[in-house]
């Protein structure tokens, strides 16, 4: 039936596959930890049956047993124990169940360095400053880079000759190590911008004038340290998809037709544009990742952050959720890159459907 | 022949290989010509670059120049290993699904696209983070060429499906040469260009990627790396103290690598591709 729709079978299908996919994420993140020797499940059950942890720490870990359905409970809630004090493990099927049960509930489990809070507050504490640097830097340096290298496709010359190998150049600095680079340049030495943080120190997250302009202003180097390298990926991609869009006939016989160059220039950067679309679904991945360092360069308060602190800690349960979390965000992107190729490539309203 | 030869024409190919080169050559000879010292405290914190030590110390008194070429050493080691086992997987899973299509295709395909989606840091941060002790440079090299594989195994694919019509590989198979003969004597041969493009593309993001997971802290223990410099750098506030020989020639030199790495494999494509010279 759907078939007679089919924008909306494209975007049901791309519906059920990205589901399967986050089962798959799900899964991914309850394994990998595992394989480990140093993995977290083997430490805390060995600390916890030795008996020598302070009160504080026992409760810790206990809590993170418990919360994760890693070991076998009594009737009252306690761990059930063997003779030596040692916790008695589930299978590891019951422990994976019990694992996407919690994540489909929403739940993280509890943080071990910032005990007893749980993980879902702190992620929710960082992810609106993750948002607000990187979806707007992603999407204007996508689009700034698209019409970067379109020009350059298109005008060549001198134009091109520049352009092309400082994006180029751009596109292998790592995220990072631009990061750095900026840092050490405009708020060290010449001190025009904060080194470090989201926003002035005296100050408390509230929807007033003077936290909005000190945290725009806290914005800037994080903003540009990771737009620029983006757009230049961006600008050689669709530099070259624009070459070989002029090469075609269509584009030769509107010029025969003597066609305003604009709306020839509009008809070459319509059709480049949906590789690039699709280049930009694969990509977010990437994008996000170099992202999320940046933001550790900066001591961005976002999730990099988080990430970052939960790492050197030690903190198990925040580093799954956070990963997971950003595989699930991932997702969500591309799903919205899907939802946007599906409304604007013909071939799926055709039903021809794209791969 | 005449492929190397309109390469030798491109400026491009030219420098991009010129740089490429000369990191590699410095990598393997530098020891001869300079006593690569990483382990001995020699200096002072921080001492200025100059002087008895080309690029001064980091902050442990550790002279620079030896760290630098010892990160450039790893880092160049992780790059050719992760590229090689992920064009490697790469390569066969693509080209075996594309030539085989039917189901084995549709499952290949899935699986290549379901790791394509969930990020490849996320996978790596993952397993480092759960092993501590035994995170030496080989198992970092092997963890990135395992998860890097799926976009060459993507693109292989590709090219591979628009090969398996071709009247060549129909002969040979009437001629009952079996799948793994056609794949490797009448198909691959085909791709050679293109799959030494994906290992290009596959060393570079092997070298970031390793530099980006011993940024976060998760680096290799038992020796330096370009990656593991820039994280001691700013982890002992390098940048604050205005000790810019810490991590600037790191930066430099991975930007040099992957720099000269994009140049060549544009320069191949703009070969390959009449359409993109002009």
């Known amino acids: ?355 | 022949m005449k492929i190397l030869k309109n390469l030798l024409k491109s400026p491009f190919f030219v420098i991009g290989m010129g740089l490429f080169l000369g990191t590699i050559l410095l990598a393997l000879f530098a020891p001869l010509f300079y006593h690569i010292d990483i382990h001995s405290r020699v200096g002072a914190a921080y001492m200025n670059p100059g002087g008895k030590y080309l690029l001064g110390t980091d902050h442990m008194g550790i002279d620079m120049f030896s760290l630098l070429l010892e990160g450039l050493r790893s880092s160049l080691y992780v790059g050719f290993m992760a590229g090689i086992i992920a064009t490697v997987i790469g390569t066969s899973l693509g080209v075996y699904a594309g030539f085989k299509g039917g189901w084995v295709d549709d499952f290949i395909t899935m699986v290549t696209n379901l790791f394509i989606v969930i990020p490849q840091f996320v996978i790596l941060i993952l397993v480092s983070a759960s092993m501590k002790e035994g995170r030496s440079l080989s198992l970092i090299a092997f963890l990135i060429g395992l998860t890097g594989w799926t976009w060459s195994a993507r693109a292989v694919r590709a090219q591979a499906a628009s090969l398996k019509s071709r009247d060549h590989i129909s002969l040979a198979k009437v001629n009952g040469v079996k799948t793994v003969g056609i794949l490797l004597l009448h198909i691959l041969p085909y791709l050679m260009s293109y799959v030494f493009m994906v290992f290009i593309m596959q060393t570079a993001s092997g070298i970031l990627s390793e530099a980006s997971i011993s940024m976060i802290g998760l680096g290799p223990f038992d020796t330096v790396s370009l990656g593991t410099i820039l994280n001691q750098a700013m982890r002992s506030e390098a940048l604050t103290d205005g000790a810019w020989w810490a991590f600037i020639p790191a930066m430099i030199l991975v930007t040099i690598i992957s720099f000269a790495l994009y140049l060549i494999n544009t320069s191949m494509e703009g070969v390959f591709n009449p359409r993109l010279r002009k």
């Open chain 1, 1 to 355: 039936m759907l078939k007679r729709y089919p924008t909306l079978y494209y975007i049901s299908s791309r519906a059920v596959w990205y589901f399967i996919t986050f089962l798959a994420a799900v899964t991914i993140n309850f394994l990998l930890p595992r394989l480990g020797p140093a993995n977290p499940v083997d430490i805390i059950m060995a600390r916890s049956a030795s008996g020598l942890d302070t009160k504080t720490a026992m409760e810790k870990e206990e809590a993170y047993l418990k919360g994760f359905g890693l070991v076998e409970l009594n009737k009252d809630g306690s761990i059930v124990r063997d003779a030596s004090g040692k916790p008695v493990q589930s299978p590891l099927i019951k422990q994976f169940f019990n694992y996407v049960k919690m994540c489909l509930k929403g739940d993280l489990g509890t943080s071990f360095l910032n005990y007893p809070k749980k993980v879902t507050e702190i992620i929710a504490g960082a992810i609106p400053w993750t948002l607000a640097l990187q979806i707007p830097t992603i999407i204007l340096g996508w689009i700034f880079g698209n019409i970067l290298g379109a020009l350059a496709a298109y005008k060549r010359g001198v134009f091109d000759g520049v352009i092309f190998p400082s994006a180029l150049l751009a596109n292998s600095v790592p995220f990072f190590a631009f990061g750095m680079l900026l840092v050490y340049i405009f708020a060290l030495q010449f001190n025009l911008f904060p080194a470090i943080g989201g926003y002035a120190q005296d100050l408390m997250p509230a929807f007033s004038w003077e936290f909005l302009s000190s945290a725009a202003y806290y914005y800037v180097l994080p903003f540009f340290s990771i737009f620029l390298i983006l757009a230049g990926g961006q600008a050689t991609g669709m530099r070259s998809m624009c070459i070989y869009e002029l090469g075609t006939d269509y584009i030769k016989y509107a010029k025969w037709l003597g066609m305003k160059e604009h709306k020839i220039v509009f008809y070459m950067f319509r059709n480049a544009m949906l590789p690039q679309l699709t280049g930009l679904a694969l990509s977010i991945g990437t994008m996000v990742g170099g992202a999320l360092i940046t933001e550790m360069i900066f001591s961005y308060p976002g999730l990099g952050m988080s990430m970052l602190t939960a790492i050197q800690g030690n903190d198990y349960p925040l580093i799954q959720g956070i990963t997971l979390l950003i595989t699930v965000s991932v997702l969500i992107a591309n799903f919205s890159v899907d939802i946007l190729i599906g409304f604007l490539d013909p071939r799926v309203k055709a039903g021809i459907g794209s791969k």
